[in-house]
């Protein structure tokens, strides 16, 4: 088994700063890719940004400029830096993961969410 341990979610005004991160532990073989998708109230799961264990890194056009990912390889573990946060920003945010495990089986894992609250 595989598990996504997200932490910094919080509470923040408008144009200030965020720092999620989440840690993969488990029987990993190793990870192909790793994001962060959000879900406000009353609508649909969207992605927020991705990066690929080369570094690649893809963002929702409403974030870019404002939110940064990176992933440590070493320690299993993506970071969201989020600048200049918006009252629309404020949503669950979810890590994803793209794992191959031990058995050399590729899997998709979830972490359990993290609040994020911006106010105005």
């Known amino acids: 088994q595989v598990q996504l341990v997200e932490s910094g979610g919080g509470l923040v005004q408008a144009g200030g700063s965020l720092r999620l991160s989440c840690a993969a532990s488990?029987?990993?073989?190793?990870?192909?890719?790793m994001g962060w998708y959000r879900q406000a109230p009353g609508k649909q799961r969207e992605l927020v940004a991705v990066i690929t264990s080369g570094g690649s890194t893809n963002y929702a056009d409403s974030v870019k400029g404002r939110f940064t990912i990176s992933m440590d390889n070493a320690k299993n573990t993506v970071y969201l830096q989020m600048n200049s946060l918006k009252p629309e920003d404020t949503a669950v945010y979810y890590c994803?993961?793209?794992?191959?495990?031990?058995?050399?089986?590729?899997?998709?894992?979830w972490g359990q969410g993290t609040q994020v609250t911006v106010s105005s």
């Open positions: 488990g029987s990993i073989f190793s990870i192909n890719l």
């Open positions: 994803n993961a793209g794992v191959i495990i031990a058995t050399m089986r590729s899997l998709i894992y």
